[in-house]
Structure formats: C-alpha cells, structure tokens
C-alpha cells in the first residue's frame, strides 16, 4: 500500500515536471497538454468502481498542480476531487464503456476542469469578468482537442499494455 | 477508542482543511523546497524538450532545406559581391564601434541566468538565480539581443519566478521607434502582446519596431519589446490597437540576462 502511494506520489511529481519542461516545446498556439490531468481521468477511468485510490490520485494530482502552478494551494485539489466524484458517479451509470463514452467524459472532465479553474482565477484576482469570457476564443478548442487526441491514445496504449500483460500472467499460469 | 465511519470522514476531513492551512501559511518555503529539488531535473526535461523539438523540426523540414539550399547557392554568390564590400566597411565600423563602445555590459550592470522551465498556467518562466544571488522583485530580464523577455514577480531562495511581457498582468509603457509615439504594450496570453492606447492620427506600419519608453520601474528606456504585426484600427474606438510580434521565441530561450543596475 505505501509503496503504491510512493510510487503515485512520484508519478504525478515527475508528470508535472515533464508538463513544464518538456511539452512545453510542443505547445500549438501557446497551448500544451495537461499531461496530469488526463491520467488522472484514465486511473479513474480503469481503476474498479468501488475503489477509492482515484481520490487518492486526484489530492495528489491536485496538490502538484496547485505547486507548480504559483497561485493558492486547494484550488487545484478541489476541483479535481469533485470532477473525480462526478466522474464516477457518470462511470456507474454508463452500462457500456466504449470509444464514444470515453471521449464524451474525457472532452467533459477537461471543459468542467478548465472552466471551474478560469472561474476560481477570475473570482480569485478580482478580474474583469471579460477574462472568463476569454477562454471560448480558438485557443481554448485547440487546448480540448490537443488533451482529447493525446487522453485517447494513451488510454488505448494503456489499456493496450494491461492486455498484454494478462496474457503473460494467463501463460504463466498455464505453464 | 474505535472511531466510526462518519466520524473518520469527519477527521480526514478537518485533517485535510489544516494540511491545506499550513500549505497555504507556508506556501513560499514549501514552493522553495520542491522547486530547490526539482530544478536540476526540470532543466534536464527542458534540454530535452530542446533536442527533441529542434529534431522534429528538422525532419518535417528537410524539402524545405532542399529548396532552401538552391536558393542560397544563388544568393551565395551575391553575397560574395558583398563580402568585399563589407570588407570596406568593416574597417569603418570598427572604428566607430571603438568609438561609441556599445557593448551590453557597459550599458546596464548585468546577471546572466539559466532558464529552468515554465509555468503551468501562465506566461513565466523561472530562472536559476534567487535572493541568494541578489535578485530583486521587478528587474528587467532580457536576452543578448537587447529584446526584453519580462519582469521578475516572484523571488525564492534559489530561484525566481519572471513574468513574461505577454503576460495578461503585464503592461508595459513603450514608444514606437522613430515615430516619438508612446503607447501602451499589454500581455494577451500565450505569448501575444497588444499595443495600446496609440493615438488615431499617428500612422503606424507593419513592421515598426517597439521599445520602451523608459516611463517604467526598472525598466530602461529603449529595450526592443517587438515589431508591429497587425493593425486594429476600428472607426469607433477613440485609439488605435496593433498586435506585437515579441522578439523571442520562448522555446529557444536558455539563457538572459538581468539587468541589476543601468
């Protein structure tokens, strides 16, 4: 249990790094993916329903993103871990899950995500609420597409990668 | 004492409301620890990030190369009427440069830094120098060019935080070069530059530089900020707008300089 928790802790750790320092020379537009909250979506998205490791997995998520972030510690982890909730509940709801579920609630979870976080930012800094409006020009599309076509991939390699490794454990077995 | 399971809600809860009390109350020396540990390998990410975008370029641009390297054939010949041409004028410039000894460092007291990575949700960047190296809040980063890169917001022990001019906070007074024009040049987000606040007779063209006026702290006077881009003038606005083409490019950048003194 606590070596699972280290190794999350680490994961997200080095999944924020790799967010500012090396997608960043892949930004189209300005925009780059947000690498820690589409695993966030695919551990909870393959973890069991009635597990509870995926809130585990959104503090974390959260709290690397508030660091990295420079603005308040919570805003973060608050949003994820009520997305992580809703995420859920749709999960026990869908009978189903195929591709056009899966992009329906990643292209949900990544628009509730970046609009709950503009909202808290603008409420925040006391902005002009012309900056929340803001975020429906192009770049915000092109910021849903780009984490929508790199959430699906990985999710399929992913998904893919626990396959392959059910074969090796049923050949072991059989063995 | 066996607690229930309301009861444990309750006190992971209140448990989780202090953690993020203290993250907050202590947020500058928990910043500085994780980002004192993660420099070295964010530097590392960022090289790569380098090495391997410079390569893809290359590859996705390699029929490019093929036309490029006709078209320089020819223009290498002409080039080589000019050299001996420059030759001549070499031997004139550098006179004049002993002259007038325009060098950087003889401008502005410098410090050269080492860019370290980006922010998430904004645009800074941070750089390797902190209190520590006595960097200050508010001084003026730029790069060998002379072109300014944005300001320091935030400074930790080991490292500081540089908002960059496209930043939505950052506006900056500036004046475009030649015209005695001032204006205001305000950060749009991703790396895009409004300049503002130019009055409706003033002709500005594609192409003119920007460079501050010195009105702000900090910040001397005649720094290129960008080139003009694209004109938005509209009837009913009492000023006219323009987008500003920066002078850097944020994936090339590894290191500046701040200027400390000027």
Known sequence: MIKN??????FFYFLVLIQGGFLIHFNILGKIPNLVLIFLFIFLFLEEPRSNFGFFSALLAGFFLDLYSGNFFGQNILILLILSYLLKRSLFLV????FIWLSLLLTSFL???????????????????SQFQQIFKAGFFIEILYNLILGITLFYFLSFLK?????????KIKK | MRLSLRQRKVF??????FALLVFNLYQREIRNFFYSLSLPIQKFFWQKGQGVSNFLKIISQIDDFKKESEELKLKNQEFLREISLLRELEKENKTLREALNLNLEKEFKLQIVEISGKNLFQDSIFIDKG??????????????????????????DNYSQVILISDPKSTIPVKIAEKEVEGIARGEGNFKILLDLIPLETEVQIGDLVLTSGLAENLP???LVGKIDKMLKRDIESFQRAE?????????LKFAFLILDF
């Open chain 1, 5 to 10: 928790i280290l190794i999350l802790i680490f």
């Open chain 1, 95 to 98: 009978k189903n899950l195929n």
């Open chain 1, 111 to 129: 628009i509730f995500y970046n609009l709950s976080l503009t909202f808290i930012l603008t409420f925040e800094k006391m902005a002009d609420i």
């Open chain 1, 163 to 171: 396959k392959v490794n059910l074969w090796i454990n049923i050949l």
């Open chain 2, 12 to 17: 992971i809860f209140l448990v989780g409301l």
């Open chain 2, 131 to 156: 209190e520590k190296d006595g960097i200050r809040e508010g001084l003026a980063l730029i790069n060998q060019s002379k072109a300014l890169l944005g300001k320091v917001e935030k400074v930790y």
């Open chain 2, 221 to 223: 006077k005649g720094l």
């Open chain 2, 244 to 252: 500003i083409l920066p002078f850097f490019e944020i994936e090339n």
